[in-house]
């Protein structure tokens, strides 16, 4: 199965994976996923042959006229020929341009459109691949697959399948002529081409190598930038701007050589070629020459035969140097089709369970076994069975890795468990729609995403059909009205890209808003307030109290006084839950629960951390 074609890399453009690919050995299968998508525009690629007809008839009526010219028009009685030649001269040149001008319009745009089309899909597909994709592969490289790969593949099928289909049809138009003018002429021609082409094929494999290997360095370069980029502040803070834009420029270094050694290859088989098709050329022209002399062929049919031969052999050049590009494009299409090809581990069945409606809110997790795609013999949770009931509020508390983090990526469904089932509302979650399943589930992450749009548009990632009203009223929920109503453009304020104009509580709120405004039936809390100052803290603790009213609450907490009005906690420790009860229960029992709340109190006497129901506060010591 074929989920994990992104390779990794284990520094700045060095590879850990083969420099093998599908796409380094045949261009043509390797551009063949492309075709889908032109075939959806048939009539455009209709109207672009046309136009290529058009024009190609009418280059190869050129040396026609010539011939004409050079035979009668100079001579006495053909002195009145002369005019209506040129004028004819200048009708096909007028055709020839307008339709050069139409077949480059039409397969211009097609390549554009096929490469938009190409893009959306390509994006589409990553939206839909599983959490463990996103283990391995880097976002940085994926961008460069989505930009650089793809205006690769956009120049190939716009300019360059131009010029190719062009020079395709001179090159075989012009052949058939130079036989119909000289079949003794051509003969040798006929001779010569295995000479010109078999080079040409073998060493394309060559430059497709290097040039896979330069987009592989390119993309690589282009995730350590991206990577480096949104790091910026902890980069300056630790001074290490010198060292990283040292790395990045031995990295691009790296990628000008790649580069450097592909386009030596491009140039020394454009130059062998352009050798070979105009030394035979000039053979056949000497050759001709001989004829004329000898009264076997006359001026104009030479001169006929030499103007199809310089096209042909323009036409083959030009394919020659169109390989490298089609090359180019066949490798970047490679990357892409790997893409295309990975299939997601976490998929809906054909046909999914319904989950039951009206909603129950219930969760429950038995016998689950995981462990991360990168470390697949080290379980995160071994044997994990709990169960949460409707309207529950249950807290989830352990030391650091212990897998509190995991039990909320399988609730998610971003993974599924190696045995085991994750059910909710009594339903295995792998028999239903993972779609449907999220749909249940509200998350407030402890490090909250924020998009680079604007504060409503945010809220609303929620709910996207939510009107304004709505969600004006989650964020005063959220306890966030208050600081958007303060902004420059209130909720129309753009917060910059991750929201870097925001602080970490203002994020945080906004990111409890979204999770107020889908109100979904299950509520899942990952340390939601971290990050904000006790005043705001309260706020959203009041808010939240309310939102989990009627509700299934799952608090995933660090820090212990925020769980001790949870109906229920479960202490969680290499992977299985070791202890179960309340906060007071759990402390007078003494074990691990008791530790943690002893190093977290100050550590004071369990007697200490003692608190009254409902009351958040310790007891003074």
Same mark, same amino acid.
């Not at 109207?47 to 010539?66: F, K, R, Y």
């Not at 509190?404 to 339903?427: C, E, F, H, N, W």
């Not at 202490?571 to 402390?587: A, N």
């Given at each position: 199965?074929?989920?994990?074609?992104?390779?990794?890399?284990?520094?700045?453009?060095?590879?850990?994976?083969?420099?093998?690919?599908?796409?380094? &050995?045949?261009?043509?299968?390797?551009? +063949?996923?492309?075709?889908?998508?032109?075939?959806?525009?048939?009539?455009?690629?209709?109207?672009?042959?046309?136009?290529?007809?058009?024009?190609?008839?009418?280059?190869?009526?050129?040396?026609? =006229?010539?011939?004409?010219?050079?035979?009668?028009?100079?001579?006495?009685?053909?002195?009145?020929?002369?005019?209506?030649?040129?004028?004819?001269?200048?009708?096909?040149?007028?055709?020839?341009?307008?339709?050069?001008?139409? +077949?480059?319009?039409?397969?211009?745009?097609?390549?554009?459109?096929?490469?938009?089309?190409?893009?959306?899909?390509?994006?589409?597909?990553?939206?839909?691949?599983?959490?463990?994709?996103?283990?391995?592969?880097?976002?940085?490289?994926?961008?460069?697959?989505?930009? *650089?790969?793809?205006?690769?593949?956009? !120049?190939?099928? #716009?300019?360059?399948?131009?010029?190719?289909?062009?020079?395709?049809?001179?090159?075989?138009?012009?052949?058939?002529?130079?036989?119909?003018?000289?079949?003794?002429?051509?003969?040798?021609?006929?001779?010569?081409?295995?000479?010109?082409?078999?080079?040409?094929?073998?060493?394309?494999?060559?430059?497709?190598?290097?040039?896979?290997?330069?987009?592989?360095?390119?993309?690589? %370069? =282009?995730?350590?930038?991206?990577?480096?980029?949104?790091?910026?502040?902890?980069?300056?803070?630790?001074?290490?701007?010198?060292?990283?834009? *040292?790395?990045?420029?031995?990295?691009?270094?790296?990628?000008?050589?790649? !580069?450097?050694?592909?386009?030596?290859?491009?140039?020394?088989?454009?130059?062998? $070629?352009?050798?070979?098709?105009?030394?035979?050329?000039?053979?056949?022209?000497?050759?001709?020459?001989?004829?004329?002399?000898?009264?076997?062929?006359?001026?104009?049919?030479?001169?006929?035969?030499?103007?199809? *031969?310089?096209?042909?052999?323009?036409?083959?050049?030009?394919?020659?140097?169109?390989?490298?590009?089609?090359?180019?494009?066949?490798?970047?299409?490679?990357?892409?089709?790997?893409?295309?090809?990975? &299939?997601?581990?976490?998929?809906?069945?054909?046909?999914?369970? !319904?989950?039951?409606?009206?909603?129950?809110?219930?969760?429950?997790?038995?016998?689950?076994?995981?462990?991360?795609?990168?470390?697949?013999?080290?379980?995160?949770?071994?044997?994990?069975?709990?169960?949460?009931?409707?309207?529950?509020?249950? $807290?989830?508390? #352990?030391?650091?890795?212990?897998?509190?983090?995991?039990?909320?990526?399988?609730?998610?469904?971003?993974?599924?468990?190696? *045995?085991?089932?994750?059910?909710?509302?009594?339903?295995?979650?792998?028999?239903?729609?993972?779609?449907?399943?999220?749909?249940?589930?509200?998350?407030?992450?402890?490090?909250?995403?924020?998009?680079?749009?604007?504060?409503?548009?945010?809220?609303?990632?929620?709910?996207?059909?939510?009107?304004?009203?709505?969600?004006?009223?989650?964020?005063?929920?959220?306890?966030?009205?208050?600081?958007?109503?303060?902004?420059?453009?209130?909720?129309?304020?753009?917060?910059?890209?991750?929201?870097?104009?925001?602080?970490?509580?203002?994020?945080?709120?906004?990111?409890?808003?979204?999770?107020?405004?889908?109100?979904?039936?299950?509520?899942?809390?990952?340390? $939601?307030?971290?990050?904000?100052? =006790?005043?705001?803290?309260?706020?959203?603790?009041?808010?939240?109290?309310?939102?989990?009213?009627?509700?299934?609450?799952?608090?995933?907490?660090? +820090?212990?006084?925020?769980?001790?009005?949870?109906?229920?906690?479960?202490?969680?420790?290499?992977?299985?839950? %070791?202890?179960?009860?309340?906060?007071?229960?759990?402390? !007078?029992?003494?074990?691990?629960?008791?530790?943690?709340?002893?190093?977290?109190?100050?550590?004071?006497?369990?007697?200490?951390?003692?608190?009254?129901?409902?009351?958040?506060?310790?007891?003074?010591?």
């Amino acid at each position: 199965m074929a989920r994990r074609s992104a390779r990794p890399t284990d520094d700045v453009g060095q590879e850990t994976g083969s420099g093998n690919a599908p796409g380094t &050995r045949a261009p043509l299968s390797a551009l +063949r996923p492309l075709l889908p998508y032109a075939l959806r525009y048939r009539g455009r690629i209709a109207a672009a042959c046309l136009a290529l007809l058009m024009a190609s008839a009418a280059t190869l009526a050129l040396p026609l =006229a010539v011939r004409r010219v050079i035979d009668h028009g100079f001579s006495t009685d053909g002195a009145g020929m002369i005019d209506s030649y040129f004028a004819v001269l200048v009708v096909v040149v007028g055709v020839l341009a307008l339709a050069s001008a139409t +077949r480059y319009y039409f397969v211009t745009t097609l390549g554009e459109r096929v490469v938009t089309d190409l893009r959306s899909a390509v994006f589409r597909h990553l939206t839909h691949l599983d959490a463990g994709f996103y283990d391995q592969a880097k976002s940085g490289e994926i961008t460069s697959r989505l930009t *650089a790969d793809t205006t690769m593949i956009k !120049a190939a099928f #716009g300019a360059s399948a131009s010029v190719a289909l062009r020079n395709m049809v001179l090159f075989f138009g012009a052949a058939a002529m130079m036989v119909i003018t000289s079949p003794r002429l051509s003969s040798l021609v006929l001779i010569v081409i295995p000479v010109i082409v078999i080079p040409l094929v073998v060493s394309g494999r060559g430059v497709r190598r290097r040039s896979r290997i330069a987009q592989d360095k390119l993309a690589a %370069v =282009a995730a350590y930038a991206v990577e480096a980029v949104g790091a910026v502040r902890i980069m300056q803070a630790f001074n290490a701007e010198d060292a990283t834009a *040292a790395r990045f420029s031995r990295a691009a270094e790296e990628t000008y050589e790649a !580069a450097r050694a592909s386009v030596t290859a491009r140039a020394i088989l454009t130059a062998f $070629a352009l050798f070979l098709i105009s030394a035979s050329v000039v053979g056949v022209l000497w050759y001709g020459a001989q004829d004329v002399l000898a009264g076997r062929m006359t001026a104009g049919r030479l001169s006929q035969f030499v103007i199809y *031969a310089v096209l042909a052999a323009s036409s083959l050049g030009e394919l020659s140097q169109v390989w490298g590009e089609v090359s180019q494009a066949a490798g970047a299409a490679g990357r892409l089709a790997e893409l295309l090809a990975t &299939r997601p581990a976490v998929t809906a069945p054909q046909s999914p369970v !319904a989950l039951p409606e009206p909603p129950l809110g219930t969760v429950a997790f038995e016998k689950v076994r995981f462990a991360y795609p990168t470390r697949p013999d080290t379980p995160s949770v071994d044997d994990l069975s709990f169960e949460i009931r409707r309207g529950e509020r249950v $807290a989830l508390v #352990g030391p650091s890795g212990a897998g509190k983090s995991t039990v909320i990526q399988l609730l998610l469904r971003a993974y599924d468990p190696q *045995a085991g089932v994750v059910r909710v509302d009594g339903v295995d979650i792998a028999t239903a729609d993972p779609a449907a399943v999220r749909r249940r589930i509200a998350f407030v992450p402890q490090d909250p995403v924020v998009f680079g749009t604007s504060v409503i548009d945010n809220i609303r990632y929620g709910r996207p059909e939510a009107r304004e009203a709505e969600v004006r009223q989650a964020a005063a929920l959220a306890a966030a009205d208050g600081f958007i109503q303060a902004l420059p453009d209130g909720y129309e304020t753009l917060v910059g890209e991750r929201g870097v104009t925001l602080s970490g509580g203002q994020r945080q709120r906004i990111a409890i808003a979204r999770a107020v405004l889908k109100d979904a039936p299950i509520l899942v809390l990952d340390e $939601a307030t971290s990050a904000l100052d =006790a005043e705001s803290e309260q706020l959203v603790q009041s808010a939240l109290d309310r939102l989990m009213e009627g509700r299934t609450t799952l608090v995933v907490a660090h +820090r212990l006084a925020t769980v001790l009005s949870a109906d229920r906690i479960l202490v969680i420790d290499d992977g299985r839950i %070791v202890e179960e009860g309340t906060h007071q229960s759990l402390v !007078a029992r003494g074990g691990l629960y008791a530790r943690l709340a002893r190093l977290q109190f100050n550590h004071a006497t369990p007697e200490r951390v003692a608190v009254a129901a409902g009351d958040l506060r310790l007891t003074a010591p």
